[in-house]
């Protein structure tokens, strides 16, 4: 697709696709980035692309479709956000900060040995998992497993507490 015949299709149908995305979402802004953002992939991939019926017709149900997943999105980034609101890290009471990394060191020090030496290699120390096993002389499978219940085991014991703000502290508290 040439970019005179692209830039006439962005200007017939701007703002017609503006409008389905509105009606979705209820934001003009919003909406205005949904189009501008299904214009730009369109013509990132113009050479992939291969609409069969009318340019039209396409580009009102890619602009549903990724209105519909920008809802979503920010559907779960609100959930998130509001899941992890409180951040103890960030508290200048000294007794919730204090609370909050008894919290981790305590998870990580009921944790089995084998499973803590392998999460701190990963995390701590920043080996990769064939690194791990061959310094411990397990399977590179057997170090995955360790990591990931390692992961779970913190998740579990610690619900409350953001699990990447985990990964930073470890770091830096053991």
């Known amino acids: 697709m040439r970019l005179d015949s692209f830039e006439l299709l962005f200007r017939t149908n701007f703002k017609k696709l503006q409008v389905v ?8 802004e919003a909406a205005k980035d949904v189009v501008q953002e299904f214009f730009a992939k369109c013509w990132q991939k113009r050479h992939e692309l291969a609409i069969t019926g009318s340019f039209e ?10 209105s519909l997943n920008y809802i979503e999105k920010q559907e779960r980034l609100e959930a998130h956000q509001q899941k992890f609101s409180y951040h103890p890290e960030l508290s200048t009471d000294h007794e919730a900060r204090e609370q909050f990394y008894q919290n981790i060191y305590s998870a990580l020090e009921s944790m089995p040995d084998q ?3 392998i ?3 990963s995390i701590q120390d920043g080996f990769t998992y064939q690194q791990i096993a061959d310094k411990v002389g397990i399977s590179i499978n057997t ?6 219940a390692a992961y779970q085991f913190l998740r579990e014991k610690c619900l409350h507490i953001y699990l990447l703000f985990i990964l930073a502290l470890v770091a830096n508290f053991i």
Do not use: E, S
């Open 143 to 148: 170090v995955k497993w360790h990591v990931k």
């Open 57 to 66: 017709a396409y580009a009102v149900k890619a602009v549903r479709n990724a």
């Open 115 to 117: 499973r803590k030496r």
């Open 119 to 121: 999460f701190l290699l």
């Open 21 to 28: 995305a509105f009606n979705i979402l209820g934001d003009q």
